[in-house]
């Protein structure tokens, strides 16, 4: 997988954004629904130029959420389509190979071709963490070498899902050197800011303690260990409250915003976790929380209609002119944000 169809899934989500009709489909409004449309007569299937951009955003969701049944049913029905460009078949039996063999337990879920979809409500049990704790410690049990292979794959190799997923089994494997490797390589190494909270997050759920420095960008970044967020229900609940905000704006009206508006928030907060502009929005000010969300509001805007009407968007939320300059460098905080997942 030198050259993934989907590059990466983190980044994925933020390319739609510039897409408003791929929006509607994926939203429903063509009648194009993920469990309505794979069937289980996929012979003789010709995929549109859109259709398919919209199974592979599902596929990023899917592998985001650790999804992983439905992620192998929908491979399976997409290498079962005709009419694509043969790269982009051999990229899905890869990943759909890649999957089958770190993932077993999620092979034929649910029983049936389709099942996994069906059945996504109940794919995650109570013991869910235990089964992958026991898959990756067998895996090691069979190859003393794994867990060289697994920091291999995610710190040498191109980036790609198996870079995130090689992470996901890291964080079930002891041994310090792991973690020593990890910190190393967030420090020394120049990536991406949502794979650097990637690794936060493995560490933490490694157990790791303490304080992790590093640079994203042009600012030295302290992370307490501790609170690195899981979930996103663990981040701090002013997080939640700028969305709540577009929401208020939006959700009736304009849909379309607010669906790209969260979509857009929760890959942004990650990459900004632990630099100023993070901790302004935890300052629990309701002046803080209007601006961000007005700046939201009007990065998305612009990204689905192209055009630019700063004066409504800041009028929307209540930014007065002594409220402008927070404003504006909230906005120039996601556009920058959004041109550099664009040019990945």
């Given at each position: 997988?030198?050259?993934?169809?989907?590059?990466?899934?983190?980044?994925?989500?933020?390319?739609?954004?510039?897409?408003?009709?791929?929006?509607?489909?994926?939203?429903?409004?063509?009648?194009?629904?993920?469990?309505?449309?794979?069937?289980?007569?996929?012979?003789?299937?010709?995929?549109?130029?859109?259709?398919?951009?919209?199974?592979?955003?599902?596929?990023?969701?899917?592998?985001?959420?650790?999804?992983?049944?439905?992620?192998?049913?929908?491979?399976?029905?997409?290498?079962?389509?005709?009419?694509?460009?043969?790269?982009?078949?051999?990229?899905?039996?890869?990943?759909?190979?890649?999957?089958?063999?770190?993932?077993?337990?999620?092979?034929?879920?649910?029983?049936?071709?389709?099942?996994?979809?069906?059945?996504?409500?109940?794919?995650?049990?109570?013991?869910?963490?235990?089964?992958?704790?026991?898959?990756?410690?067998?895996?090691?049990?069979?190859?003393?070498?794994?867990?060289?292979?697994?920091?291999?794959?995610?710190?040498?190799?191109?980036?790609?899902?198996?870079?995130?997923?090689?992470?996901?089994?890291?964080?079930y494997l002891?041994?310090?050197?792991?973690?020593?490797?990890?910190?190393?390589?967030?420090?020394?190494?120049?990536?991406?800011?949502?794979l650097q909270?990637?690794?936060?997050?493995?560490?933490?759920?490694?157990?790791?303690?303490?304080?992790?420095?590093?640079?994203?960008?042009?600012?030295?970044?302290?992370?307490?260990?501790?609170?690195?967020?899981?979930?996103?229900?663990?981040?701090?609940?002013?997080?939640?409250?700028?969305?709540?905000?577009?929401?208020?704006?939006?959700?009736?009206?304009?849909?379309?915003?607010?669906?790209?508006?969260?979509?857009?928030?929760?890959?942004?907060?990650?990459?900004?976790?632990?630099?100023?502009?993070?901790?302004?929005?935890?300052?629990?000010?309701?002046?803080?929380?209007?601006?961000?969300?007005?700046?939201?509001?009007?990065?998305?805007?612009?990204?689905?209609?192209?055009?630019?009407?700063?004066?409504?968007?800041?009028?929307?939320?209540?930014?007065?002119?002594?409220?402008?300059?927070?404003?504006?460098q909230a906005?120039?905080?996601?556009?920058?944000?959004?041109?550099?997942?664009?040019?990945?």
């Amino acid at each position: 997988m030198d050259s993934p169809s989907i590059h990466m899934f983190f980044f994925k989500l933020k390319e739609v954004c510039y897409n408003q009709q791929l929006f509607a489909q994926a939203r429903g409004k063509e009648g194009i629904h993920i469990k309505e449309h794979i069937s289980p007569a996929k012979d003789n299937v010709i995929l549109f130029p859109k259709t398919l951009d919209f199974y592979q955003i599902q596929l990023t969701v899917m592998l985001e959420n650790e999804r992983y049944g439905e992620a192998m049913e929908l491979l399976r029905f997409l290498l079962q389509c005709q009419g694509q460009d043969e790269r982009h078949y051999e990229e899905w039996q890869a990943l759909l190979e890649w999957l089958e063999a770190a993932f077993p337990q999620y092979m034929n879920h649910g029983g049936g071709q389709g099942a996994g979809l069906d059945s996504y409500e109940h794919e995650e049990e109570p013991d869910e963490e235990e089964m992958k704790r026991q898959n990756v410690r067998a895996k090691l049990a069979e190859d003393q070498h794994y867990a060289d292979k697994l920091l291999h794959t995610a710190m040498e190799e191109p980036l790609s899902e198996q870079t995130m997923l090689a992470l996901e089994q890291l964080s079930y494997l002891e041994g310090s050197d792991i973690d020593d490797k990890l910190v190393g390589w967030l420090m020394q190494a120049r990536l991406h800011p949502l794979l650097q909270f990637r690794v936060l997050q493995t560490l933490r759920k490694r157990g790791m303690q303490g304080t992790v420095q590093f640079k994203r960008g042009q600012e030295q970044v302290s992370v307490d260990m501790e609170t690195v967020p899981l979930t996103p229900e663990e981040f701090p609940p002013q997080v939640a409250m700028v969305t709540e905000r577009v929401a208020a704006q939006t959700e009736v009206q304009e849909p379309t915003l607010y669906y790209f508006a969260q979509e857009l928030w929760s890959q942004f907060i990650m990459a900004i976790y632990g630099t100023e502009d993070y901790r302004s929005i935890l300052d629990e000010d309701d002046t803080t929380i209007d601006i961000w969300a007005a700046a939201l509001h009007q990065i998305v805007t612009e990204s689905l209609t192209g055009s630019r009407n700063e004066e409504e968007s800041r009028a929307m939320y209540g930014i007065t002119d002594t409220m402008r300059f927070r404003f504006e460098q909230a906005y120039r905080s996601f556009r920058q944000f959004v041109s550099a997942g664009m040019q990945e």
